[in-house]
């Protein structure tokens, strides 16, 4: 560290920002001014280990040369940001196919500007074949935060003050495979016309809890025997943060519907061709399809994963992250830690000293975020290194091991 945190520039910035914008999810004082790897720089020269990639969102860290050969081809190409839904381009159709290469057969994809229109679009796509009937969904869920998604988000009761919700049918997200409310959905279905059913298989915002195999399981198995589409929500799990290309993979089932954001640098509704809306342009948005640049770098990050073999990676670290992570449970507290591949949640037992532990960490140069009540997630690039990962367990021990 150069400084004091924070240090004068960011503090400039910080006082602009709290007089001119809404204080929305901030935390600690970190401003980002430029990032290397796995390392983010504020703009008084301070440097953090990140354990965040800003979300999930950038998968491949930061200034990495692939990307930074992207934006370098753009930056004499003024027709970077065009209506993609009106006018065709080449970004747009090498990022579908490029997808399409990490989907199961016959998806088709539907791009978008974030995680919650991603979302909304699933739904719009179940209500179109179902018709205006209740959504079940998980409590503890996050969807989103726009009025359509936040029907079918749960993790947050400042999120819904005074909304007035759609129809919905709330279901335990079920962690254990001997859950007693483990076949609740069924006779929801038996005894309720429903439009769709909607879940995360690692709820992120709600905490980082991972779903039970048996769960997941008796979601598909229900949807199919009543023909309700299954909407799984991959918008932080999806493109190799657990290991796989997505979450459901570890569930051995395939969706009728996907949404995607985030690693991926746009929202994008994909779903079985068979669920395609019928009528021609049922699904638009200018932007949607419209970001070359962020298409581009989408299509790149997905071939470097490939390339550079990162969900092996993922794999190989998460392990290596999760053991170190397990040895802090039980010790100042610490109660619990859980996830799949870099995707790991580490419970403590107040709210009040995960947000100090947050805090400490960002002061000691270690970047992680809260999630759920009382969570810390943990979900550094796919780049990240061995002396990375043994690095940030050092400060997290250093830092948990004090009161
Ligand atoms: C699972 C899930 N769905 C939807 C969203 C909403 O995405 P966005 O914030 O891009 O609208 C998020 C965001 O964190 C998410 O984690």
């Given at each position: 560290m150069n400084h004091k945190l924070p240090g004068p520039n960011a503090i400039r910035i910080i006082n602009t920002m709290k007089k001119y914008v809404y204080d929305s999810t901030f935390i600690y004082p970190l401003v980002i001014a430029n990032g290397h790897d796995c390392i983010i720089e504020d703009p008084d020269g301070n440097k953090f280990l990140d354990f965040t990639s800003n979300i999930g969102a950038c998968p491949i860290g930061y200034s990495h040369p692939d990307v930074m050969e992207v934006l370098a081809e753009y930056s004499t190409n003024g027709t970077h940001k065009i209506a993609g839904q009106d006018f065709y381009s080449k970004e747009h159709a090498d990022l579908a196919e490029t997808i399409s290469t990490i989907l199961p057969q016959n998806f088709k994809t539907f791009f978008t500007n974030s995680g919650a229109e991603a979302v909304e679009n699933a739904i719009k796509i179940a209500y179109r074949r179902m018709g205006p009937l209740p959504g079940i969904s998980c409590f503890g869920?996050?969807?989103?935060?726009t009025l359509g998604a936040l029907n079918f988000t749960f993790s947050n009761p400042v999120h819904k003050y005074n909304f007035p919700e759609l129809p919905v049918k709330r279901i335990k997200f079920c962690t254990k495979d001997d859950d007693p409310e483990i076949d609740v959905t069924e006779s929801l279905l038996k005894e309720n016309k429903i439009a769709f059913i909607l879940t995360e298989t690692i709820q992120g915002e709600g905490g980082y809890y991972v779903a039970s195999k048996k769960f997941i399981k008796n979601l598909r198995k229900c949807a199919t025997q009543y023909g309700v589409p299954l909407i799984l929500d991959e918008v932080q799990s999806g493109i190799g943060h657990t290991g796989k290309w997505w979450a459901f993979e570890h569930y051995g089932v395939t969706p009728d519907i996907i949404s995607a954001a985030k690693a991926l640098q746009v929202g994008a509704t994909i779903y079985n061709k068979k669920l395609e809306p019928s009528n021609k342009s049922a699904l638009s948005s200018t932007w949607g399809g419209g970001n070359r640049i962020d298409m581009a770098i989408g299509m790149r990050t997905i071939q470097v994963i490939k390339r550079d073999k990162l969900l092996e990676n993922a794999t190989k670290m998460g392990t290596m992250l999760m053991k170190g992570l397990h040895e802090l449970v039980g010790k100042n507290g610490v109660t619990d830690v859980r996830g799949l591949g870099l995707m790991i949640g580490l419970e403590f037992d107040t709210r009040t000293r995960r947000d100090k532990k947050l805090t400490k960490l960002f002061r000691n140069g270690l970047l992680t975020l809260g999630a759920g009540h009382k969570s810390m997630r943990i979900i550094p690039p796919l780049v990240i290194t061995r002396d990375q990962i043994e690095r940030g367990l050092a400060i997290m021990n250093q830092v948990l091991s004090r009161n």
């Open positions: 869920a996050f969807h989103g935060r």
